[in-house]
């Protein structure tokens, strides 16, 4: 078979024309495989001058959408950050940080969490754990190994927990809510704790409102909140009208516009500073909490600056105060409950 140049007719050979026709699309011989090559690169030289050409020309125009240059450097730097490569290391990184601030909040409060359940149980007798762990189908004695020196053989003894051994194991199996609704039932004393648990409850939720509050930039709800959170009456009341009187006598060092029992609409708060509404409980027991219920949903219409519900010497139980917590939360997010 005869190979030649498709543009002089020269023969080739077969090596030369596979070459040619793979690099050039058509056979040529070694002369014109150089010119179409030099051709090839002079072309591609040129397409890069397009480019870049147009590449500034699109960059001046953007540029000159800006007035400053303080604005063209904003701009460039939005460009360059909405990279796909930056986009995905700023999203890792934030979900990276995120997983990690979870992990030390949950471990933080698994260690608090124990640290109450054994404060608790520490103050019941043997015989009320001994009962806490038929309630709970929980073993309230321990196996051992023996060695029968008469026979050689080895046998399985039970043998009743120390009362310190009895808090470690239901420290470990029971949840909190468990042993706090024991401790009400047994009649054990556990204000103290309660009271500490709410606190660190508010505490939290106060730090939730607190960068709600920054990013809508109303700081008084939060100042509010702070003083309320410091105030502790001088002795517990049987009547809601002391707990009101010295509550508004305190506020009143730091807002003078305190006020108290201002009427708007059908509503008369017991509270209101700036435009906010307190309203107080105490002491507070089952029938009061159903009656906050209905003054959220027409306080909030009269006081939209904020509702702020202080509960003072709560007795009720702790599963019952839970529940009617959760469902103020679920259905009025923005109600701060506070007990004190």
């Not at 024309?17 to 699309?25: M, Q």
């Not at 939730?208 to 105030?231: A, P, V, W, Y």
């Not at 507070?284 to 209905?294: N, S, V």
């Amino acid at each position: 078979m005869r190979y030649y140049c498709n543009i002089c007719k020269r023969d080739i050979t077969k090596a030369e024309f596979l070459y040619s026709v793979k690099h050039f699309d058509r056979p040529l011989c070694r002369d014109h495989q150089e010119l179409e090559r030099r051709n090839q690169e002079e072309i591609t030289k040129i397409e890069k001058v397009k480019t870049q050409i147009e590449n500034e020309s699109s960059e001046l125009e953007f540029k000159n959408n800006f007035q400053s240059e303080e604005e063209i450097k904003e701009a460039d730097s939005e460009r360059d950050w909405k990279s796909t490569g930056k986009i995905i290391a700023k999203k890792l990184g934030r979900t990276i940080l995120k997983g990690a601030k979870k992990a030390v909040r949950y471990s933080k409060k698994v260690v608090q969490t124990r640290k109450w359940k054994g404060k608790i149980l520490s103050r019941m007798t043997k015989n009320q754990l001994k009962k806490l762990c038929f309630e709970n189908k929980i073993s309230p004695t321990k196996e051992i190994t023996k060695d029968g020196e008469e026979f050689g053989e080895f046998y399985i003894e039970e043998k009743d927990l120390t009362k310190s051994e009895l808090v470690s194991k239901l420290k470990n199996r029971l949840k909190l809510g468990t042993i706090i609704s024991f401790a009400e039932r047994s009649n054990i004393s556990i204000k103290d704790v309660l009271q500490e648990i709410e606190k660190k409850r508010i505490e939290r939720e106060l730090k939730e409102m607190e960068d709600k509050l920054k990013r809508d930039g109303n700081n008084l709800l939060l100042k509010l909140t702070k003083e309320i959170i410091k105030f502790q009456p001088p002795r517990e009341y049987k009547k809601e009208l002391y707990y009101q009187d010295t509550l508004a006598s305190v506020l009143r060092i730091k807002f003078p516009n305190t006020a108290i029992e201002i009427t708007r609409g059908s509503t008369r708060p017991d509270i209101v500073v700036n435009g906010v509404a307190i309203e107080i409980k105490g002491p507070t027991y089952h029938r009061d909490l159903k009656t906050i219920a209905d003054k959220c949903l027409r306080y909030t219409q009269n006081f939209p600056q904020g509702l702020i519900c202080v509960l003072f010497n709560v007795n009720i139980t702790n599963q019952l105060y839970k529940e009617w917590c959760r469902g103020m939360k679920k259905n009025f997010p923005d109600v701060l409950i506070l007990r004190k």
